[in-house]
């Protein structure tokens, strides 16, 4: 289960964009993002790239720490 920490969370609201964020990410599943530590963790059923992750996060309006 891959751990990524993401810079600009500040509320709920944030936790929800970037679950959804990398749930659209073909190949991850079972998202879980915690605001507190400034980390998302998931599941990968394909190897996704990190561009791939980082292109979502950022669309999202966040950045990979």
């Keep these: 289960m891959p751990t990524i920490k993401v810079k600009g969370m500040s509320c709920q609201h944030c ?8 749930s659209g990410i073909d190949g991850i599943e079972n998202v879980s993002v915690d605001l507190e530590s400034g ?3 998931y599941d990968e059923k394909r ?3 990190t561009d791939e992750v980082r292109s979502a996060i ?3 309006g966040y ?3």
């Design 15 to 22: 936790v929800q964009a970037v679950t959804r964020a990398l």
């Design 39 to 41: 980390t998302a963790s």
């Design 47 to 49: 190897q996704v790239p």
């Design 58 to 60: 950022e669309e999202a």
């Design 63 to 65: 950045e990979l720490g």
